[in-house]
C-alpha cells in the first residue's frame, strides 16, 4: 500500500510531458496485453449445446465429454486427439454449461469453426477476450440501428478476423466500407 502512494505521488509531482509519456506507455501496454491474450485465446473455440455427462467422478465425467468432442470432430476432419477441455460458469442443474475447448495450435481452432456448420446441434465460437466481445456487442448495436431506420440491406461479416457492416449481397464484405 505505501509503494501504491509513493508512485501515485510521484505521478503527481512528474512534469507534464512526462505525464503524457507515462498514459501513452499504459494505453501500450494494454494494447499488449490484449494481443498476447488473443493469442492465448486463439487455440480455443466454445462449444454450446453438449449435454453434461452423468458419470459419478469428476475425471469421468471430462473423459466422457472429450470423448463426445473428439467424435464430433472428427466430421469435420480434426485428427489431433490432443485437445483439453473444460467447463465454463458455475453448475446449474437442469442446464448445459458451454465447453472450451484448446487446442495444440490455432490452425486447429480455425479449421473447426471454418467447417462448424458439418457439425449438427452444436454452436461454437472463438474464444473472444471482453474487449472483442464490446466492440461486436458495438456494431450490433449499429446494425439494429440501420435496421430499426428501415434498411434491411446490411448485416455483420467478419473480415480479417474485425465484425463489420457489409451489404448483404456481398459475401465476403469486400469493397465495403467500414460504418
Do not use: H
Not at 465429454?65 to 480434426?78: D, M, P
Not at 454452436?123 to 449499429?142: C, N, R
Amino acid at each position: 500500500m505505501q509503494n501504491k502512494i509513493v508512485n501515485l505521488e510521484n505521478t503527481i509531482n512528474l512534469p507534464e510531458n512526462q505525464k503524457t509519456t507515462n498514459l501513452e506507455v499504459q494505453q501500450m501496454e494494454d494494447v499488449i496485453a490484449e494481443m498476447e491474450e488473443r493469442r492465448y485465446r486463439a487455440n480455443n473455440v466454445i462449444i454450446l449445446n453438449i449435454n453434461e455427462s452423468l458419470k459419478a467422478s469428476r475425471g469421468e465425467r471430462l473423459e466422457d465429454e472429450k470423448q463426445t468432442v473428439l467424435e464430433a470432430l472428427e466430421s469435420v476432419n480434426i485428427t489431433d486427439r490432443n485437445i483439453s477441455i473444460q467447463r465454463l460458469w458455475k453448475y446449474v442443474q437442469n442446464r448445459c454449461r458451454p465447453l472450451k475447448v484448446s487446442f495444440a495450435n490455432p490452425n486447429d481452432a480455425k479449421e473447426v469453426l471454418k467447417n462448424r456448420r458439418n457439425l449438427p446441434n452444436m454452436k461454437m465460437f472463438a474464444d473472444q477476450t471482453i474487449k472483442q466481445q464490446k466492440y461486436y456487442k458495438t456494431i450490433k448495436q449499429k446494425l439494429l440501428d440501420i435496421i430499426a431506420n428501415g434498411d434491411n440491406s446490411k448485416t455483420i461479416r467478419y473480415i480479417n478476423t474485425v465484425p463489420t457492416i457489409v451489404s448483404k449481397g456481398d459475401e465476403r464484405g469486400r469493397n465495403q466500407k467500414n460504418l
